[in-house]
Structures are given as structure tokens and as C-alpha cells.
């Protein structure tokens, strides 16, 4: 599976099962204390639209990355499909949602509307807690529910339990918006797409990667843009790696914009620095 070839790329993975195992569950007693000892850490990256011929920062998505003392940065793609067989996702996400709350105040100085992306996991929909933790640490904030947003995998939210489906419904009703994410990569259909609760469609970066050079990438991405939009859903391109891809995908009217062209991934202070160099920008007597 997935976890094991990518463990196998990072040197943990052993050809013998219980090796793994192994492997496996020292990962897991490292990452909760890593959740204890700050070990984990929030990087940002902008999402962003274009207007008048240049891109504004309207959000940011949380994206975990976590500094391990010995083995160096671990890759999300690594830990996060471990904590999702366990328990352990349940406190990460609740971390998550409370530091990136915490960010997005600080960031909130700067550009008052910015919104918050985070990603959650089928299985945090199927624990009570989530919900309430949510709304606690935003009221405590003064923060909208309208500013954080659910991101959800595609195959995930296509996987889930009724009780994961409620969970949505109720999220949604409290305000929140919820973004599908990867999208294109699951099997969904037009009547998946229509009975979610959604708001937002985030294209895949895989269908973003060939936009310019595959016709059927091509058309899969510019009907996808145009169902979301008739559904109502507004529309991000996630993997924007090239000029050509920006301009393709803006004159094919897609609404927002993420990928490494545009910002890669970044450090709260960091951040905070490029959400200052936006409003200098955007100042009307600003240089250029
Ligand atoms: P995702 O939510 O689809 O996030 C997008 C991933 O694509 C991120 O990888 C990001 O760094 C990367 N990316 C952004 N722009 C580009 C680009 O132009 N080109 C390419 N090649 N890649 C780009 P990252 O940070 O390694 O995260 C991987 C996945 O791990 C995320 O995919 C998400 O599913 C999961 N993840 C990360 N943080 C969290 C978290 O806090 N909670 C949960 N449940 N999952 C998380
Ligand atoms: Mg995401
Ligand atoms: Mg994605
Ligand atoms: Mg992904």
C-alpha cells in the first residue's frame, strides 16, 4: 500500500512485516510526543485570485509538516495515513485547529477577511469532539465559521459512513464551508457532486500538471470548472506550476489559484511577511 512504499522511500521500511509493524507503531508513540513537544509545525500555503492582472491573497490552507529529531522533516504523506488508522488523527486535527486559529487572528492583522483552509480526515468525522471543538476555539477567537474551511478528499467523503455524512450536514449548517479536495482523482459522479454539502471543488493537481498539454486534461478540467460553478461551488486549481498554467486556467474561469508558481508552502512568520508585501501592493499610491 501507499504508507509502505512511501516508508520504503524513507529508509523505515524493513522487508519483514513485523518489522514494519514496528516501525510503524514507533512512528505513531513518536508523533504523539512530537505533539507534546512541539515538535509539529503549521506551514501556509496562499491561495489566491486574480484581480485587475494580479493575484490577491483571499486564504491560506494549514499544512502540517513535523521536524523529527533524528530522521529530519517527515513528509504529511508519510504520518498522517498512520494517524488515520488510529486514533492519534484525533488529537493532531484538534492541533491543528487550534494553532491554525491562533495564526489566523495574527494573519487577520494584516488581511481582515483571509480565510482558513484545513484538512480533515473521514475519521474525524466519525468522533464526537470535532464540532464542538471547532466552534469553541472560534468564538474564544472572534472568528466566523464562514472563515475556516473543511477541506475533504474526494475518495474520503465518497468512503464515508452515514455518520461521517451527518457530521458534514451539520458542519455546513453551522457554517462552514467544506471544500473537496483532490478533486478528480476519486470515481464521483454528477449526483455525488449534487447531494454534498459543499462549497468548494479543489481540481487536482494531477489534472492541473498536463492542463497545457493534454487535450483531455483539458476538457475534464474546464467541464469540472464549469459543473462546480453551475452547481454553485466555487472552483481552486491546486498544483500551479507554470505561467501557462495560471493564464489557462484564468481564462478558462477558474475562480482561485495554489501552487508553487504562485507560493510554496511557508512558515507562519514567513507568511506573515508575504501577506505584507500583498497589501503593500495592493495600496492605491503604492510603487507599481
Ligand atoms: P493536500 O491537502 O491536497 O495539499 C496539497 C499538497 O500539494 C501539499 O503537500 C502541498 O505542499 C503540495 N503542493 C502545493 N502546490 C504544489 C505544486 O505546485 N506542485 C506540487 N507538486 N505540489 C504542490 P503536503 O504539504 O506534503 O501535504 C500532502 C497531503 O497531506 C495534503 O494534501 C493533505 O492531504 C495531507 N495533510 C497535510 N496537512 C494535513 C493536516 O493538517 N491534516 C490532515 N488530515 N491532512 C494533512
Ligand atoms: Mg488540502
Ligand atoms: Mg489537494
Ligand atoms: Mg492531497
Not at 507503531?25 to 505533539?35: D, G, P, Q, S, Y
Not at 487550534?98 to 488581511?111: E, G, K, P, V, Y
Not at 468522533?127 to 474564544?140: P, R, V
Not at 501557462?244 to 514567513?270: E, N, R, W, Y
Amino acid at each position: 500500500d501507499a504508507a509502505i512504499r512511501l516508508g520504503k522511500r524513507y529508509g523505515f521500511y524493513s522487508r519483514r512485516y513485523d518489522r514494519y509493524t514496528e516501525e510503524r507503531l514507533t512512528i505513531l508513540t513518536e508523533l504523539r510526543l512530537a505533539l507534546e513537544t512541539g515538535a509539529l509545525q503549521l506551514y501556509y500555503q496562499p491561495k489566491a485570485i486574480m484581480r485587475d492582472g494580479r493575484l490577491v491573497t483571499t486564504g491560506v490552507e494549514a499544512l502540517l509538516r513535523w521536524e523529527h529529531p533524528e530522521r529530519g522533516m517527515i513528509a504529511p504523506e508519510i504520518f498522517i495515513p498512520l494517524a488515520e488508522q488510529t486514533d492519534v488523527i484525533h488529537q493532531l486535527t484538534l492541533w491543528v485547529i487550534t494553532n491554525a486559529a491562533d495564526d489566523l487572528t495574527r494573519f487577520r492583522l494584516l488581511q481582515r477577511d483571509l480565510s482558513m483552509a484545513i484538512n480533515i480526515s473521514p475519521r474525524n468525522l466519525l468522533t464526537k469532539g470535532l464540532d464542538a471543538h471547532l466552534q469553541s476555539t472560534l468564538l474564544a477567537r472572534n472568528l466566523s465559521f464562514e472563515s475556516v474551511i473543511l477541506e475533504l478528499t474526494e475518495t474520503s467523503v465518497m468512503d464515508s459512513e452515514r455518520e461521517g455524512l451527518l457530521t458534514l450536514d451539520r458542519l455546513k449548517e453551522l457554517g462552514f464551508p467544506l471544500s473537496i479536495d483532490d478533486f478528480g482523482t476519486g470515481y464521483s459522479s454528477l449526483a455525488y457532486l449534487q447531494k454534498m454539502p459543499l462549497s468548494e471543488v479543489k481540481i487536482d493537481k494531477s489534472l492541473i500538471k498536463d492542463v497545457c498539454t493534454s487535450r483531455s486534461s483539458q476538457i475534464i478540467v474546464k467541464a469540472a470548472i464549469d459543473m462546480s460553478h453551475s452547481l454553485g461551488y466555487t472552483v481552486v486549481a491546486e498544483g500551479i506550476e507554470q505561467q501557462a498554467q495560471l493564464d489557462l486556467l484564468v481564462s478558462m474561469g477558474c475562480d482561485c489559484m495554489q501552487g508553487f508558481f504562485i507560493a510554496t508552502p511557508m512558515p507562519s512568520d514567513q507568511l506573515f511577511g508575504w501577506l505584507q508585501q500583498d497589501s503593500e501592493r495592493m495600496r492605491p499610491t503604492g510603487a507599481g
